[in-house]
């Protein structure tokens, strides 16, 4: 049973415009959520973060949206560049901590110049 | 500042055979995982553990034992390997609700 998923398993943008990468959960009791990057041959690094009580958190080109009626989060990059390519995974936990986050499968992004 | 150390880089079993997978933090996280990335499966956690002398299993324990006798290290071993076992590992560690840090993980194949 697939908790966090991705449905989108590669995304494509030009350089310069908007990346949207989707992500949709089944657990009500998820109450963070976080975007990791990870690209080849190294761990994942984490990019941005959002709590249940907010529905948008920005860091730079980085937004993270939230809509919890939906079960649903995005991450907007803006203007994307071609070193934002990378796989993106999203993961969600529930307040008993970190020991119990749960990943998505991953989206490849290529941002061609 | 080396963050997450994780050795070997890269390893090849055959069935049966064991080994362990060494992960290291400078950072003082209390907290230490291990997990495996599969091709569209995403990262599983194996086992974790909140602190020294701690451990406790996560999604898909089974044919994995661990052990984390000092903070700053976090042992990952397969007494005997299977196929099922090839994978990519990471190792990560964290402070309590906070995100985790990832290791480059290691490459494991086994035949």
């Known amino acids: 049973d697939q908790q966090v998923k991705q449905n989108s398993p590669s995304l494509s943008v030009q350089e310069g415009r908007i990346s949207i990468l989707n992500c949709d959960y089944t657990n009500s009791m998820f109450d963070y959520f976080l975007w990791y990057k990870k690209y080849p041959a190294e761990g994942p690094t984490f990019l941005i973060s959002i709590s249940s009580i907010k529905d948008k958190n920005e860091d730079g080109r980085f937004t993270v949206f939230l809509n919890k009626s939906a079960k649903h989060l995005s991450l907007h990059i803006v203007p994307s560049q071609p070193g934002d390519s990378a796989v993106y995974f999203c993961a969600a936990t529930m307040n008993t901590g970190f020991q119990k986050l749960v990943f998505g499968t991953g989206t490849r992004l290529l941002v061609s110049p | 500042n080396a963050g997450v150390t994780q050795t070997p880089k890269f390893r090849v079993l055959k069935t049966g055979q064991s080994m362990t997978l060494l992960c290291a933090q400078d950072m003082n996280h209390e907290y230490m995982y291990w997990y495996r990335q599969d091709p569209g499966m995403g990262l599983r956690l194996i086992h974790y553990s909140v602190g020294e002398g701690t451990t406790a299993k996560g999604e898909v324990p089974d044919g994995y034992n661990v052990s984390r006798l000092k903070k700053q290290n976090f042992l990952l071993g397969l007494e005997s390997a299977a196929p099922s076992q090839t994978s990519v590992y990471f190792c990560?560690?964290?402070?309590?609700?906070?995100?985790?840090?990832f290791g480059n993980g290691t490459r494991l194949t086994v035949t």
């Open positions: 990560a560690s964290s402070y309590s609700r906070a995100p985790l840090h």
